[in-house]
């Protein structure tokens, strides 16, 4: 790191008080073990101290630390381990990155005026969800999520932490899109369009971006439904159209694309388009495998395939498969993340990709993701040979072939 740790010292020392509200390391290097620690201040027994909140696979440790003994942590973690350190107090934002040949880049923010809201210090708290509890929004209330109140109705209580984890995803990368830019998003296969309209509150009411939502679905009465809506919000800049994701062509330049639970091949279709405009960032939740499932063949494994509950599942996991390793292909770092549990619905894989660029590298790595440093990787034979054996040949390896 250079001579940049004594700058990072020194923010990190700046940072590290009781006007922070949260500090977050993210981007590790290495692709199993932590993959995000949160910090924030903590008053025990009358001291101020800092709470680390390290999220390990499915599990989460939460350890204390005075602020000297944190910041050699810190610097640790930076060295070594991750690559983006993002930290918000009340006098401004701290944004770090460590490109893979290990510079620094430190960039300070300061706030033009104190936020009077001081953070929560108590040592034991509630998950704080970025659509916040007793705040009412609109489109929750029509979803019947929450009160008019703003209370979370108890029986939607799944659904609407899974909006929260899924902002939870897209805050993750925020930084690949430049500030004061126009960021247009498709959402593909749109459906009923509740991440779509939190997506926008989100990005466009609480982060300021100048955002442009289109969302594309094939039934008539949906679309119809979700632009009322969008106009009932006054969300001017989210708008809805009827069509087919294959043969969508309404636009030339795309910054990202969602697809969530677009069926078959159609979430193929989608991620082509995506690598076609060169989107900075992929998001899909794949559903119904049927092509690979009508396809897949193996001898050594006929004592799994013969059980159709298994067959469909091992189709699944090959389908994504297939799928990550191509966005790979196209240049893109890609993840395999659990996108709510699996108590819920066993469609909960959600692929995160994002493009590889020389200008501006965000190496998002950690659950199933590309370490390739260059644009693009050549393309992996380990993939066509995985295919040969299983007797498949998937919609998208034709289209990237094209």
């Not at 020194?10 to 199993?32: A, C, T």
């Not at 300061?110 to 509890?133: C, F, G, Q, V, W």
């Not at 019947?144 to 659904?159: F, S």
């Not at 039934?219 to 001017?236: F, M, N, P, Q, R």
Request: with cysteine; glycine share 4%; net charge positive.
């Amino acid at each position: 790191m250079g001579v940049r740790v004594e700058e990072l010292r020194e923010q990190l020392s700046v940072f590290l008080s009781d006007r922070l509200y949260q500090m977050i390391i993210s981007n590790p290097r290495k692709k199993e073990g932590v993959f995000k620690i949160k910090i924030r201040p903590v008053m025990i027994k009358g001291v101020l101290c800092f709470q680390e909140t390290i999220s390990k696979e499915t599990q989460v440790f939460h350890e204390n630390h005075e602020k000297d003994e944190l910041i050699l942590k810190i610097l640790s973690y930076m060295a070594s381990d991750f690559r983006q350190l993002e930290a918000e107090s009340m006098d401004g934002r701290l944004n770090v990155l460590v490109s893979k040949k290990g510079r620094v880049m430190v960039k300070r923010k300061d706030s033009r005026a104190a936020l009077l809201k001081r953070p929560d210090m108590s040592h034991n708290r509630t998950k704080k969800y970025i659509l916040e509890e007793g705040k009412a929004v609109p489109f929750l209330i029509d979803l019947g999520i929450q009160t008019k109140e703003g209370r979370i109705v108890h029986a939607r209580y799944d659904k609407y932490r899974q909006i929260n984890r899924y902002l939870e995803f897209v805050e993750d990368i925020l930084p690949v899109f430049p500030e004061k830019e126009k960021v247009h998003i498709i959402d593909f296969g749109c459906g009923k369009s509740y991440l779509t309209f939190a997506l926008y509150y989100y990005l466009h009411e609480l982060r300021g971006l100048d955002v442009h939502i289109t969302g594309l679905d094939l039934k008539a009465d949906v679309i119809e439904k979700c632009s009322a809506l969008a106009v009932k919000y006054g969300y001017v800049n989210l708008h809805f159209f009827q069509g087919d994701i294959s043969s969508f062509e309404r636009v030339d330049k795309v910054d990202m694309v969602v697809t969530l639970h677009a069926c078959d091949t159609a979430t193929d279709y989608a991620i082509k388009k995506a690598v076609d405009w060169q989107a900075r960032v992929i998001f899909t939740v794949p559903c119904c495998q049927h092509e690979v499932n009508r396809q897949i063949e193996n001898e050594l494994l006929r004592p799994v395939l013969k059980y159709g509950l298994l067959k469909e599942r091992m189709a699944t996991l090959l389908t994504d498969a297939i799928r990550a390793n191509l966005l790979e292909e196209a240049g893109y770092d890609t993840q395999v993340l659990e996108f709510i549990d699996m108590e819920h619905t066993p469609k909960n894989i959600l692929i995160r990709a994002v493009k590889r660029q020389e200008t501006h590298r965000l190496d998002i790595e950690g659950g199933a993701c590309s370490r390739q440093g260059q644009k693009n990787t050549k393309r992996d034979r380990k993939v066509e040979e995985m295919t040969k054996e299983f007797h498949i040949k998937t919609t998208l390896q034709k289209l990237m072939e094209e």
